[in-house]
């Protein structure tokens, strides 16, 4: 007879590793033997697998992932959660935080939310506070970085698929589009903001695969480190990690991300000029008054024209990013360094085409195309919202939005409409005159395409 099984008490890194490979198709049978402990357990987890992420996710420390064993709440679960919410955006922000700064936020939360009992924000409180989340140290979140400077050097002017968050799972603008197909990768949240949830199925389902694919092609060791802000929505480096471990995430110090994180020097402010120039030239183009085109402009029009606009994006950019962490990297033959970017006199151009925007000065030009400039990238909550956040409150607003933008049935179009249409298509630019060769020859060529597809179809039936 076979002896009572011993009681195995698993780590929150335990758990994590649990979910990530009955993500991978692990079955609860085989991970139970594994871990030693009941299928029951396996299937609890699965079912807890959003709450023990979000823990996770907040924590400060894998050391302390790796020997903490519950998840304890706090007695004032609504004061722990607003405390957590303002502590990652102060953090975010690089406000200066310390002990007598979190106690009389702590004592303003508590009365704020109209909890009962008194409430002494002591030192002992604080300390549980930064046990129950593993956070080290109230102002430090990072540890020195190692890397090998010849690897970067070969990945530095590689660009992945922009990540887009909208606010509907399927917009009417994307019809019967099929998500995987778009120039992005797009994902939804009712706010269209990123969070800690979508952040890490774009790291596990995109980032991952799209670096590893580009080191094999290049022939390097299949090893990256991911550089991040303290942003709210980045989960911690726990959960940002590869099965293997050799890709990973790793945070800048918080008083200096802004200074030299790469894409902060001047990568995403390049992309968003191309885009709001290719808009205004998409415009002039179409020949409309500029509220016209605004008012058709759809999402799908907006995420091809972002592709676009990050394609646009030089080489050059993108090296000169990198300078202030690794300025040791040689600038790379063949890069034109006096080639300019979207200027203020490249959209004047445009504007002065355009119907009704032929006097925009200068000025305005300039903050428009700096608009955002000063946006953190992450969605900042008053004290109000958090309070209501931490309450479990809802935006009923943002739900509704939502509601509205999604789409009904989707219409399957197939290779004989397709090509039918295309052969309208030629037809129409085979009348008209002023038509250029090479638009006439993309036709062309996506008609052979589908003829293609449609022999395939037909052959395997």
């Not at 508590?110 to 009992?117: E, K, P, R, T, V």
């Not at 774009?202 to 695969?209: E, G, M, R, S, T």
């Not at 950019?317 to 040791?328: N, Q």
């Not at 955002?372 to 209501?388: K, W």
Request: charged share 30%.
């Amino acid at each position: 007879m076979s002896g009572k099984r011993k009681r195995v008490v698993l780590t929150i890194k335990d758990k994590l590793d649990i979910i990530k490979k009955l993500e991978d198709g692990g079955s609860s049978k085989q991970l139970a033997v594994i871990y030693g402990i009941g299928e029951t357990t396996v299937r609890d987890i699965r079912k807890n697998k959003e709450k023990i992420i979000t823990y996770a996710s907040s924590s400060d420390s894998t050391s302390l992932l790796a020997k903490r064993k519950s998840m304890k709440p706090s007695m004032y679960e609504e004061l722990d959660r607003a405390m957590l919410e303002w502590f990652n955006q102060q953090r975010a922000k690089g406000n200066p935080i310390s002990g007598p700064i979190c106690a009389k936020r702590a004592e303003f939360f508590f009365y704020a939310l109209g909890m009962d009992g008194d409430f002494n924000p002591s030192a002992g409180w604080l300390t549980r506070f930064k046990q129950r989340h593993s956070i080290r140290e109230i102002n430090i979140r990072n540890e020195r970085l190692n890397g090998d400077e010849t690897a970067v050097e070969d990945f530095c002017l590689h660009k992945l698929k922009l990540c887009v968050v909208g606010k509907a799972k399927k917009p009417r603008s994307f019809k019967s589009t099929d998500t995987s197909n778009l120039p992005v990768s797009y994902f939804s949240q009712k706010g269209a903001w990123m969070d800690l949830s979508i952040f890490r199925q774009w790291f596990d389902k995109i980032f991952v695969p799209q670096v590893r694919e580009y080191l094999r092609s290049k022939g390097l060791q299949e090893k990256a480190v991911l550089l991040l802000d303290n942003s709210p929505t980045h989960p911690n480096e726990n959960v940002l990690r590869s099965d293997d471990g050799q890709i990973f995430a790793k945070y800048l110090p918080p008083n200096v991300a802004s200074l030299i994180q790469p894409s902060d020097q001047g990568v995403i402010a390049t992309m968003k000029r191309n885009y709001r120039a290719g808009l205004l030239q998409n415009n002039l183009e179409e020949g409309n008054d500029l509220k016209s085109f605004w008012k058709k402009l759809t999402l799908l029009d907006a995420l091809y024209e972002i592709a676009m606009a990050w394609n646009l994006v030089k080489p050059v950019t993108i090296s000169r990013a990198w300078k202030k962490i690794l300025p040791t990297i040689e600038e790379k033959e063949g890069l034109d360094f006096d080639e300019e970017d979207v200027s203020v006199a490249t959209v004047a151009t445009i504007l002065q085409h355009t119907k009704g925007l032929e006097n925009v000065t200068t000025e305005n030009i300039e903050k428009w195309l700096e608009v955002d400039s000063t946006e953190p990238g992450y969605e900042v909550l008053t004290d109000s919202e958090i309070i209501r956040r931490a309450q479990g409150q809802t935006d009923e607003s943002s739900e509704n939005e939502e509601e509205e933008i999604e789409l009904i049935p989707e219409k399957h179009i197939n290779h004989a409409a397709a090509l039918q249409w295309t052969e309208n298509l030629l037809d129409y630019l085979e009348q008209q005159g002023d038509m250029i060769l090479p638009d006439k020859l993309v036709i062309r060529k996506l008609r052979a395409t589908i003829r293609n597809k449609q022999k395939m179809t037909n052959s395997s039936q």
